[in-house]
T-cell receptor
Framework: AQSVSQHNHHVILSEAASLELGCNYS??????LFWYVQYPGQHLQLLLK??????LVKGIKGFEAEFIKSKFSFNLRKPSVQWSDTAEYFC??????????FGKGTRLSVIA | NAGVMQNPRHLVRRRGQEARLRCSPM?????VYWYRQLPEEGLKFMVY????????ESGMPKERFSAEFPKEGPSILRIQQVVRGDSAAYFC????????????FGPGTRLLVL
């Protein structure tokens, strides 16, 4: 069965700091990977996704993620965070037309 | 193009009552997924439906929970005889019918059982 692990439960950063959120998945076959963001009181929004091709994926709002197959990882990065990036970030995977398997999420707090 | 719609956004029920949560997928999407988010946890898959068919209900509790996606109208997640442990946010997502498609999420229904 697929599973997704997110290493950090809560990350606190100052504005302009660089961000990297870890995500590891466990599935040996072809897998699609996603990062979703959930702002306080809002629904999940897709930040970026990887299906195939270039392992470095650019998303919205300056986010990017790198698929490293050998490490089963899909870490999310942003070079300089803003206060408005305060949210919960979820990594998810699925294979084919199957339901998404989510990590437990990482809460990001950006302070001025 | 409207996104995934869910209603109600907030629902309060007393123990033993029934809760009905509705989800209208994005236009052109015929696949619907329901997920539950408990406090401090990620989303957990519940059920996957196509029009008039349940494809995968491996995440649904065996009792009190049911889901449908009729030919006409929204998908319904029904919880009978609610208990306090059912309090959670319930999210619906939809996708296109072809394989390996991105799922787009609705705003969720936050259920509180008193």
């Amino acid at each position: 069965a697929q599973s997704v692990s997110q290493h950090n439960h809560h990350v606190i950063l100052s504005e302009a700091a660089s961000l990297e959120l870890g995500c590891n998945y466990s599935y040996g076959g072809t897998v699609n990977l996603f990062w979703y963001v959930q702002y306080p009181g809002q629904h999940l929004q897709l930040l970026l996704k990887y299906f195939s091709g270039d392992p470095l994926v650019k998303g919205i709002k300056g986010f990017e993620a790198e698929f490293i197959k050998s490490k089963f990882s899909f870490n999310l990065r942003k070079p300089s965070v803003q206060w408005s990036d305060t949210a919960e970030y979820f990594c998810a995977s699925h294979s084919g037309n199957t339901p998404l398997v989510f990590g437990k999420g990482t809460r990001l707090s950006v302070i001025a | 193009n409207a996104g995934v719609m869910q209603n109600p956004r907030h629902l309060v029920r007393r123990r033993g009552q029934e809760a009905r949560l509705r989800c209208s997928p994005m236009k052109g999407h015929s696949h619907v997924y329901w997920y539950r988010q408990l406090p401090e946890e990620g989303l957990k898959f519940m059920v996957y439906l196509q029009k008039e068919n349940i494809i995968d209900e491996s995440g649904m509790p065996k009792e009190r929970f049911s889901a449908e996606f009729p030919k006409e109208g929204p998908s319904i997640l029904r919880i009978q005889q609610v208990v306090r442990g059912d309090s959670a946010a319930y999210f619906c997502a939809s996708s296109l019918p072809t394989g390996q498609e991105t799922q787009y999420f609705g705003p969720g229904t936050r259920l509180l059982v008193l």
